[in-house]
């Protein structure tokens, strides 16, 4: 069955970095699209950013373009999200999740099917 | 982009049916078929409950049910059971490649 385990959170001070991994099994890894989604203490979700199924489209959220990437190791079958110029606001649990297909919307078809249950990452000094 | 509007919560007796609203603009809600709703026990991964505005996945029950009108999008549960309570996010694509979420419902079961 497909399985997402993420890795890589903690506790980091305000302007530093953190890469957060995300290992996937249990379907073909190459074949999808892949996204990050974050939720904040109380807050509800939030997308973060998509990478096509082929890597050669990413898309951010507004709040975080610039200062993250979006990248897949398909050798690994695994998801990275490169976080730099963290602050508070960024204090989450970060979550890799599924596209339906290739990251895109397929004419009559577009929605996220299968999630993991995140990592947490803490932004203060 | 703003997130989606939804209630903060929703209460019903076991069996009795509910709607969860979602609202969003002629951007995401309003323009595109591409609603989803998830069910999220805290501490677990969310479940797709609804995709495409009203397709169901399988193994999903049949008292969930979605809908939509205008810029506005539902989820309905009925016969509500107890291990429906939990938080509900709606999600809809956006006319900038990427997703915008609900701001979450709490159903609880009386």
């Known amino acids: 069955q497909v399985q997402l385990m993420e890795s890589g959170g903690g506790l980091v001070q305000p302007g530093g970095s953190l890469r957060l991994s995300c290992a996937a099994s249990g379907f073909t890894f190459s074949a999808y699209g892949m996204h990050w989604v974050r939720q904040a203490p109380g807050k509800g979700l939030e997308w973060v950013a998509v990478i096509w199924y082929d890597a050669s489209n990413k898309y951010y959220a507004d709040n975080v373009k610039g200062r993250f990437t979006i990248s897949r190791d398909d050798s690994k079958n695994t998801l990275y999200l490169q976080m730099n110029s963290l602050t508070p606001e960024d204090t989450a649990v970060y979550s890799c999740?599924?596209?339906?297909?290739?990251?895109?919307?397929?004419?009559?078809?577009?929605?996220?099917?299968?999630w993991g249950q995140g990592t947490l990452v803490t932004v203060s000094s | 982009q703003s997130a989606l509007t939804q209630p903060a919560s929703v209460s019903a007796s076991p069996g009795q049916s509910i709607t969860i609203s979602c609202t969003g603009s002629?951007?995401?809600?309003?323009?595109?078929?591409?609603v989803s709703w998830y069910q999220h026990h805290p501490g677990k991964a969310p479940k797709l409950m609804i995709f495409d505005v009203t397709k169901r996945p399988s193994g999903v029950s049949n008292r969930f049910s979605g809908s939509k009108s205008g810029n506005t999008a539902s989820l309905t549960i009925s016969g509500l059971q107890a291990d429906d309570e939990a938080d509900y996010y709606c999600?809809?694509?956006?006319?900038?490649?990427?997703?915008?979420f609900g701001t979450g419902t709490t159903v609880t079961v009386l």
């Open positions: 002629t951007n995401d809600v309003g323009y595109y078929d591409y």
């Open positions: 999600t809809s694509y956006t006319s900038e490649y990427g997703y915008v």
């Open positions: 999740a599924r596209d339906h297909k290739g990251g895109y919307c397929t004419g009559d078809s577009c929605y996220i099917d299968f």
